[in-house]
């Protein structure tokens, strides 16, 4: 690295300028990252802590797709899917969206339908049974409702009996309730699918006539929404790492065509390529991860505030993840630009082969 | 004897021809002798410079540096050949513009995994030597043309070569710092001793020379159709 860290030095502004844009791509980068999964979190958080294994939804009609909202099912469709084989316990599920109503305050809410089993973990008091509902812990701290409390749930009178761990569905807070009282607010003698566990794989081929089963994770994207909004992100995610690769990449080619006399001084004087190449790559990774550490930093504290304000997810996963597929994209761009430090031709350094 | 050019030939690839750079060139250079290469533009003086050095392998013919058989040489061996065995002064020196006058040497050394230490002492006595002690920390921007050189000079002996290989050292230079740069290499020449070979457009200095050699058309003129006022001579001035 001897010649890497003296231009480094001396060419400071460059570099800086190269490091600035690295940092803020990779604060994009992982700001988009959190709120990606933030969003997704917001969208079936609730569909993804059931603890079961698969969903059975009514079988969508031709081009359509499989969605919590369009499904409907008969109440015996529990008992067809607990009589497949590898299933090992079935509930019913009932999902909705209506109004919750608190000594004045209103919300709108995404209204859980099935057995407590069913139920992220409980914070306070007892799972619900009749006209009793139990109200995820953010949905009670905004609406100011308690344990005990009597709150109007699509228009009909229900007492809170207790306070369980925050979920959403399609970016609403949830209230969980039993399937009868469900099917009563929802105005309905059927279900909306059939969650179970199951002892074996999902095999769609094997679903049962006016049925298609997903696995739990699977049936994300019948969530309204979630699998375009996924996409979206993901795509704009992938476009500023490949951004970031064209970038880096530009930056280094520019840079080794300009150094190209220097590059050949050092081959006349027995520097191998082997040496430059060694040499540029290391000044490379250098640059890529001194700014993207800056950028990881900057979007980690950016992102706690953030975290107040909109869904976004601060952890490990979403900082790490980026921040790695950051300086992989960065290094292959640099990869590919300094690749050519290892043709100059020692000749170009004499005076008549320039 | 430390260079040796036997029958070298080398050609290069011009449009859907070879243009002859050298024929049949022989050239011998013992230690402690400093010979001058003169001749016009064209007249293959840097492609013996880029054959001697190792930069290229000729056609045919073959090319010894300290009982060293160059054209046997691999890649890998021609560049080690240039670390251990050879020194580059360069047109206008040629120095690495983020390298200051010192690193401009241990960059040498570090090429030859050399520790840091010792060299760092040889680097200073060199540029000492060359009367820029007190400038080992400027950078190639901040230092003279002659300066620059001067750099180039010692920073081609920082490898103990035992063949310098200089290119137009003078061009970019007046005549009174291009005859103190001659000078120098002439006397380091002398001093070490190095077998060196100059090439240079420049005739006012061939004086200064142990022995001059003409080049014309890629081959090597005989000595009695040279003098520094011949045709030869005069057209590359």
Redesign the interface.
């Known amino acids: 690295m001897f010649i890497a860290v003296r231009d480094l030095r001396f060419a400071r502004g460059r570099f800086a300028l190269l490091g600035t844009v690295i940092a803020l791509m990779t604060l994009m980068v992982i700001l988009l990252t959190g709120l990606t999964a933030g969003l997704g979190a917001a969208s079936v958080s609730a569909v993804a802590e059931l603890p079961v294994d698969a969903i059975s939804f009514q079988r969508p009609t031709d081009g359509q797709q499989v969605s919590f909202a369009t499904s409907s099912l008969p109440a015996e469709a529990v008992a067809t899917v607990a009589a497949q084989p590898g299933v090992t316990a079935a509930w019913p599920l009932g999902a909705s969206t209506t109004r919750l109503q608190a000594d004045g305050r209103a919300a709108t809410v995404a209204l859980l339908g099935g057995d407590p089993a069913l139920y992220p973990a409980l914070r306070e008091g007892q799972a619900p049974a009749g006209a009793e509902v139990a109200l995820t812990a953010d949905l009670a701290e905004t609406q100011s409702v308690s344990v005990g409390d009597t709150v109007s749930v699509g228009g009909q009178q229900v007492t809170v009996t207790a306070i369980v761990a925050t979920t959403s569905f399609n970016h609403l807070p949830v209230v969980y309730t039993p399937i009868d009282t469900w099917q009563r607010l929802a105005r309905t003698e059927g279900i909306t699918a059939v969650a179970a566990t199951r002892d074996d794989g999902v095999n769609a081929a094997a679903d049962p006539a006016g049925l298609t089963t997903l696995s739990r994770d699977e049936a994300f994207t019948a969530v309204g929404g979630y699998a375009s909004e996924q996409g979206s992100l993901n795509l704009m995610r992938g476009l500023l790492l490949a951004v970031s690769a064209l970038v880096v990449g530009a930056f280094f080619t520019v840079w080794t065509m300009q150094r190209g006399t220097d590059l050949a001084v050092v081959r006349a004087l027995g520097g191998s390529r082997g040496y430059l190449l060694r040499d540029a790559l290391a000044q490379a990774g250098i640059v890529l991860l001194v700014g993207a550490a800056v950028g990881a930093g900057a979007a980690a504290g950016l992102g706690a505030v953030a975290a107040r304000v909109v869904p976004f997810v601060l952890d490990t996963t979403t900082v790490a993840v980026p921040l790695a597929a950051m300086l992989a994209v960065g290094a292959l761009g640099a990869a590919f630009s300094v690749r050519r430090v290892s043709t100059v031709d020692p000749l170009t350094a004499l005076g008549a082969a320039r | 004897m430390t260079l040796a050019l036997t029958d070298v030939r080398l050609t290069y690839p011009d449009g859907d021809r070879r243009l002859v750079a050298l024929d049949a060139v022989n050239l011998r250079v013992t230690g402690g002798e400093l010979v001058a290469v003169t001749g016009p ?1 064209g007249s293959g ?3 013996l ?2 054959v001697a ?1 190792a ?2 392998r000729p056609e045919s013919g073959t090319v010894r540096i300290a009982d060293t058989d160059v054209t046997a040489l691999d ?2 061996g021609r ?6 065995r ?1 020194g ?1 002064v ?3 020196a ?1 120095l ?4 200051t006058a010192l ?1 401009q040497l ?3 050394a ?3 995994g050399a520790s840091r230490r010792s060299a760092e002492a040889r680097a200073r006595g060199l540029l000492d030597r060359v009367g820029l002690g007190g400038k080992a920390d400027k ?1 190639p921007h901040q230092l003279s043309g002659g300066e620059r050189q001067r750099v180039g000079i010692v ?1 081609a002996l920082m ?1 103990n070569p035992a063949l310098l290989l200089v ?2 050292p003078t ?1 970019a230079l007046d005549h009174e710092r291009g005859e103190a740069v001659v000078t120098l290499l002439r006397d380091i020449t002398h001093e070490q001793p190095l077998a060196t070979v100059m090439v240079t457009h420049d005739l006012q200095y061939l004086h200064l020379a142990d022995r001059t050699v003409a080049m014309r058309d890629g081959r090597v003129c005989p000595p009695a159709e040279f003098s520094p006022r011949s045709p030869a001579a005069v057209r590359g001035h």
């Open positions: 533009s003086k840097s492609s410079l880029a050095g930069l290229t890649q890998k560049d080690r050949l240039r670390r251990e050879i580059f360069f047109q206008q040629n690495l513009a983020s390298l690193d241990l960059l040498v570090h090429l030859s950078r920073r490898g290119d137009e061009s």
